[in-house]
């Protein structure tokens, strides 16, 4: 239990890291945002929050499919990249549909779409990347601290 909630912390910090970079960044070019400084800020800790939370449960979806918790501090399987590609793919468009469709927020003329669809090419992307980094540098980090304690 120890061993998965040191992978969960290191995991939740990383994402948190990547995350908002990336959600930063592609805001303010991408994206039509209210002016208010306020809200764009919660738009983005808010969407941080929920790419935070996907890649825990894609973590926990990994660790069901290989029967280990511990899956990430090993020699990952085709499988492994192919879940996280699907995982991701169904995600981004899910939530840019939800968003576009809600009225959440909208693209600028700056957002390259996928030919024949009004889904930006950027978010895709960004869960496509960031969640296999995002679990590349947790393992990195849980080597490097293997033995010391939360």
């Not at 894609?58 to 192919?82: G, H």
């Not at 600028?108 to 869960?127: C, K, R, Y």
């Amino acid at each position: 239990m120890k061993r998965i909630l040191k992978n969960v912390i290191v995991i939740v910090f990383i994402a948190a890291i990547l995350q908002y970079a990336w959600e930063y960044w592609q805001c303010g070019i991408f994206y039509i945002m209210d002016n208010e400084k306020s809200k764009q800020t919660l738009l983005m800790l808010s969407a941080t929050i929920g790419d935070i939370n996907m890649t825990v449960i894609l973590y926990l979806l990994l660790a069901f499919a290989n029967k280990d918790f511990n899956w990430i501090m090993k020699r990952w399987k085709f499988k492994e990249y192919i879940i996280m590609s699907l995982y991701a793919l169904f995600l981004s468009f899910y939530f840019e549909v939800n968003a576009l469709y809600t009225e959440r927020w909208e693209y600028s003329e700056a957002m390259p779409l996928f030919p024949g669809t009004n889904i930006g090419f950027i978010p895709v992307i960004q869960l496509l990347i960031l969640f296999p980094v995002t679990f590349l540098i947790s393992k990195v980090v849980l080597k490097k601290f293997r033995n010391t304690s939360i």
